[in-house]
């Protein structure tokens, strides 16, 4: 599985400019990476069974939390 880091090893950092993105599309992808991101921690700790690397579902997970302070909103859908 390619993993999004450096050649060094260390983790590419997030950007995503303000204003960049949507919000419609912003909510979209959201919806998506919370699947994602609670699934492999369904997996993780029900199954013990991880689906991905810890930098792979790092970078996932900071892109959620990057849109999620960049549209609040997507915090109060993203409960359940």
């Given at each position: 599985?390619?993993?999004?880091?450096?050649?060094g090893?260390?983790?590419r950092?997030?950007?995503?400019p303000p204003g960049?993105?949507h919000?419609?599309?912003?909510?979209v992808?959201?919806?998506?990476?919370?699947?994602v991101v609670?699934?492999?921690?369904?997996?993780?700790?029900?199954?013990?069974?991880p689906?991905?690397?810890?930098?792979?579902?790092e970078?996932?997970?900071?892109?959620?939390?990057?849109?999620?302070?960049m549209y609040?909103?997507?915090?109060?859908?993203?409960?359940d």
């Amino acid at each position: 599985m390619a993993e999004d880091v450096t050649p060094g090893g260390r983790q590419r950092g997030l950007f995503i400019p303000p204003g960049s993105v949507h919000e419609r599309d912003a909510a979209v992808r959201h919806a998506y990476l919370r699947g994602v991101v609670q699934s492999a921690d369904r997996a993780w700790y029900e199954d013990d069974a991880p689906p991905m690397s810890d930098t792979a579902y790092e970078v996932l997970r900071q892109e959620m939390l990057t849109l999620e302070s960049m549209y609040p909103a997507l915090r109060k859908t993203g409960q359940d």
